[in-house]
């Protein structure tokens, strides 16, 4: 069914009660964030509800215009048919007038149709099947894939009628997690994150050891921060690096932190380093300066952090991501070894002298 913006608002702007169907984890949930404003400002008398994942329930408690966010599982190892049904069931039961889907992969597809929303609209971003227009009766055009994401997701409200407002994120710790990170996270320290979703995203580590003992000898008093996600490769490798730094001055946050609680770490900090991952990103919608390591491959721009208090390294890869590419062979990427560790230290010194206190001042 075409979708005319004018009619589709007019007819939908008294909905009550709006689902958002977005299975995404950290960074994916991070950049949905502006358009959940955008519904909330254009439907200002509906509640709204979002069908995510476990972390990105965590992610929306840090956004007040959520109303509930309900968790699906997608943990192969953790995940039950039984638990996603009752999901199923329970979103079914309330009745919903209204839901958007932002990315239109499979998944999420037939998660949408099963809300039982009376209106169901998504955008075309995933693989297209004959059935996708049965279970989802209004699409809007396919977005431009080097647009940032968030905006993306902006522009699909946009071709449904909705005025757009300057994009937002106002992300909101809670006061228990503030307390918390003033007893592990010290005032204007550096936060490093050494992991990414793969391997062949992510700096050597030898490479991370000599960048911390060049910015050392700049900045001798300055604590650095390390974190990590549970998986077990990324907590050996963070531990690997602290063997090899084996200075008091770089500590871990502690293992089994919640996302309001590393946001609170990340207020505390005047810089943020690491690859493209959600920790990434969430230090950008939080405003915390951040240096940062990009492939140059698919629509990396749209992830890309953009403005005078973000430096990103991009290093050109003609690698794809399949299993026989180069650097997926090696299971490291070739193209980040070849970025200087004295020319990441002297990206966080600029960030650091420009920028005398933490950019959320969060807990001073």
Not at 58 to 86: G, H, M, S
Request: charged share 25%; aromatic share 8%.
């Amino acid at each position: 069914m075409s979708l005319d913006p004018a009619h589709f608002y007019s007819r939908t702007r008294g909905a009550r009660k709006i689902i958002v169907v977005d299975l995404g984890y950290l960074g994916d949930t991070i950049h949905l964030v502006p358009a959940l404003w955008e519904i909330k400002r254009g439907y200002s008398q509906a509640a709204l509800h979002v069908l995510t994942t476990s972390v990105g329930a965590e992610v929306l408690r840090l956004v007040p215009c959520i109303d509930r966010a309900w968790a699906v599982e997608l943990y192969r190892e953790k995940r039950t048919l039984r638990q996603q049904w009752e999901i199923v069931r329970s979103v079914r039961r309330e009745r919903f007038d209204l839901a958007f889907n932002f990315n239109g992969a499979d998944r999420t597809v037939i998660m949408t149709a099963l809300t039982g929303a009376r209106w169901r609209v998504a955008h075309p971003g995933g693989r297209w099947h004959f059935w996708n227009r049965w279970l989802i009766p209004f699409w809007t055009p396919r977005q431009e894939a080097n647009r940032k994401v968030f905006e993306q997701r902006r522009q699909v409200l946009a071709a449904c009628g909705l005025e757009l407002s300057p994009p937002r994120f106002d992300l909101k710790v809670d006061e228990a997690s503030v307390h918390w990170a003033r007893s592990v996270a010290p005032l204007g320290s550096v936060h490093v994150s050494v992991n990414s979703a793969k391997p062949t995203r992510e700096w050597p580590l030898e490479h991370h050891v000599e960048m911390l003992r060049s910015l050392w000898k700049k900045h001798p008093n300055l604590t650095v921060l390390a974190s990590s996600g549970s998986r077990e490769r990324e907590l050996l490798r963070i531990r690997e690096l602290v063997r090899r730094v084996a200075d008091s001055r770089l500590q871990l946050l502690p293992e089994g932190m919640t996302i309001p609680q590393l946001a609170a770490a990340l207020l505390r900090c005047r810089v943020h380093l690491g690859p493209d991952s959600g920790v990434l990103h969430l230090a950008v919608a939080l405003g915390v300066p951040t240096v940062s390591f990009f492939r140059e491959q698919g629509a990396y721009p749209s992830f890309m952090p953009t403005g005078p208090q973000h430096q990103v390294i991009s290093m050109p890869c003609t690698c794809i991501d399949e299993y026989n590419a180069p650097c997926e062979s090696l299971g490291r990427s070739e193209c980040f070894a070849r970025i200087e560790p004295e020319r990441v230290a002297a990206l966080i010194h600029e960030q650091l002298v420009e920028r005398a206190k933490p950019a959320g001042n969060i807990g001073a």
